[in-house]
């Protein structure tokens, strides 16, 4: 076998498990889900391998049908590509190990396999977006991820749910539009759809069409801006996260909105160039956006009851801390973008699996209803309280990390106003996050608990958490531990 068709044989483990999923029996689902357990840990092995030959061997290019790269479809994987498919498969994993033991919360037994169908799709659609040398295939890739997200957000048979997804499949579509309305205008103006060549190609003819270029990179920002829930095209993101299964809460909110910010850094640094986004002062507008979303996305979180709504409002602050590392256009900003988003990652999936824990042992979702509930459920309680600090920046956590590198980067772009913003919105997050982790272990007034050593969870629900758990604290300990990869993946996209 050639290393240039691993990443091709990743995406087709991830469709052929998703075609063999209606092929087994419904009384013998745990071998499914075994089986499919196999099949990500196959392709965590294979990603593995793949980020490591790129590190040491280089880039791998893959032309599908052998044809030129102006003609036909190629796939890049780089350092970038490499590491971040490694980081989506590795959290998904988790998620799924957790969803065998929650029965997929809120789900109909008769639509298990059905979810399970869509989540491997979901893997696919995601690695083939970061895997793609080809701004149209972006466009198909993510018109996949996008039909297969409403479908994961509908899935419970609720009138919320439905209304949720019908919310996020009209604002996405009129996302995907206008990305492909930008990408239409980069091929009048270049003759090519190929990254590489388009952006070879614009610095040459960025002086002829002008109009062009700045309008499609308005298009394709407004575009790939409601996917990625940046603010204030994020509108979408609070109702699919309080009406979606815990576990898609988690896989939307840490994997398939940050695919669509590390679209968005492809297409501003690999298509564009710093040169032009200097020129365009494209930085000046996205950090304003950024700083706004920051403070916008805490102050809505702030007045919300259901803990999933607050949640999703949380998720609108913390890209806005993505997008104002992006916006930095520089080393230093992109490390800082790149850390939070591995982060931001871990300490969501942990908030929305230990709220799904809760849920299934106390069913409630009320922030008041927290009362006491660290002495009943210490582990899930405990691992929403470091994952909770860690969005506050409390010291040894890897929220404090992302902050601090985020401050640095700030500062060696002389933006002290974005620092002050920055101090601000992490202010925020102490006032609706402190009290919530205050109620569960300092206030035992409503219903007066005893302290129980663990929780009446299944185990799968437990283990996925404390391994959330500890890699928040691991990395906020070892910073160091990922910054070879992240160095490595900014140098290959900023150059």
């Excluded at 980081?87 to 998904?92: D, P, R, S």
């Excluded at 103006?189 to 040459?204: P, R």
């Excluded at 298009?219 to 309080?242: E, R």
Aim: proline share 3%.
């Amino acid at each position: 076998m050639n290393i240039e068709q691993l990443p091709i044989i990743n995406l087709l483990l991830f469709m052929g498990m998703a075609l063999a999923i209606p092929l087994f029996r419904r009384r013998h689902f745990n071998r499914t889900l075994l089986i499919g357990f196999i099949v990500l840990v196959l392709v965590i092995i294979s990603s593995a391998f793949i980020l490591n030959h790129v590190h040491t061997v280089g880039p791998i290019v893959y032309r599908f049908g052998g044809h030129a790269s102006r003609l036909g479809i190629e796939f890049v994987v780089d350092p970038f590509s490499a590491f971040f498919t490694t980081f989506v498969v590795i959290l998904a994993t988790i998620v799924y190990a957790y969803s065998c033991g929650d029965a997929t919360e809120g789900i109909e037994e008769k639509e298990y396999g059905r979810y399970y169908i869509l989540l491997f799709i979901l893997l696919m659609s995601m690695f083939g977006i970061l895997y793609t040398n080809d701004l149209f295939n972006t466009y198909v890739f993510i018109e996949i991820l996008s039909i297969t997200t409403c479908s994961i957000i509908s899935i419970k048979r609720k009138k919320e749910t439905y209304t949720a997804a019908f919310r996020y499949v009209m604002l996405n579509e009129i996302g995907s539009l206008s990305y492909l309305f930008g990408v239409a205008l980069i091929y009048m103006a270049t003759g090519y759809t190929n990254i590489t060549l388009v952006g070879a190609a614009l610095e040459n003819v960025w002086a002829l069409y002008p109009t062009n270029i700045l309008i499609a990179l308005g298009f394709m920002i407004v575009g790939i801006g409601i996917k990625a829930a940046i603010f204030p095209f994020h509108i979408w993101l609070p109702d699919a996260h309080s009406s979606a299964p815990s576990t898609s809460s988690a896989i939307l909110s840490a994997i398939v909105v940050k695919v669509y910010i590390l679209v968005f850094a492809k297409l501003l640094f690999r298509v564009y160039g710093i040169d032009i986004l200097n020129e365009l002062n494209i930085p000046l507008i996205l950090g304003i956006v950024a700083g706004v979303g920051m403070v916008m996305g805490s102050v809505f979180a702030i007045a919300q009851k259901d803990v999933k709504r607050m949640l999703g409002y949380s998720s609108v602050a913390q890209v806005g801390y993505i997008l104002l590392g992006i916006s930095l256009v520089s080393i230093s900003g992109l490390y800082a973008a790149f850390f939070h988003i591995i982060s931001h990652g871990l300490m969501k999936t942990a908030l929305f699996l230990s709220v799904g824990a809760i849920i299934y042992y106390k069913k409630t979702r009320k922030v008041n209803d927290f009362d006491g509930l660290g002495f009943i459920m210490p582990v899930a309680m405990g691992v929403f309280s470091i994952a909770a600090l860690g969005m506050i920046g409390i010291p040894l956590t890897s929220g404090f990390i992302s902050k601090l590198n985020l401050g640095i980067a700030v500062l060696d772009k002389g933006q002290v106003i974005f620092l002050i913003v920055l101090i601000i919105s992490s202010l925020l997050n102490v006032i609706y996050y402190l009290p919530i982790i205050i109620l569960a272990f300092l206030k035992n007034e409503k219903y007066k608990y005893r302290l129980q050593t663990i929780e009446k969870t299944p185990k799968m629900m437990l283990i996925p958490l404390i391994v959330l758990g500890l890699f928040i604290l691991g990395l906020g300990v070892f910073p160091n531990m990922l910054k070879e990869l992240i160095d490595a993946a900014v140098a290959s996209l900023i150059g």
